[in-house]
């Protein structure tokens, strides 16, 4: 399975099928269901927006669920899309009862 590393906590509001979009700066070709790895590293200012839609702290370094990317376009509808960007638009969340820690990586990477 592929993997993708995110920062929290927007991995917390992909896997809680808050967050639709994933903006990166490369198209992706890949289809499919995609592990979410929270990152080590937190956004402050993200968490202090939008914390309060998720769980009370957020793990980090860890596997916390997956999504199936369905598309790639550059003119999503979504309000979580950045329009200098790719999104990716992802679907069917699914949460793990319990995280698996391990190391991120940068990039798509193989779990």
Request: glycine share 10%.
């Amino acid at each position: 399975m592929k993997a993708l590393t995110v920062r929290q906590p927007w991995a917390s509001l992909i896997v809680a099928g808050i967050k639709d979009v994933e903006n990166r700066p490369r198209r992706i070709g890949y289809r499919g269901r995609l592990a979410i790895h929270a990152g080590l590293q937190v956004d402050a200012e993200a968490l202090a927006t939008y914390g309060h839609l998720i769980e009370p702290y957020p793990p980090r370094g860890a596997v916390i669920g997956s999504v199936q990317v369905v598309d790639c376009v550059s003119d999503s509808g979504s309000p979580w899309a950045q329009s200098n960007c790719y999104n990716w638009i992802l679907a069917n969340p699914r949460r793990l009862k319990r995280p698996r820690p391990m190391k991120g990586k940068l990039g798509l990477w193989n779990l």
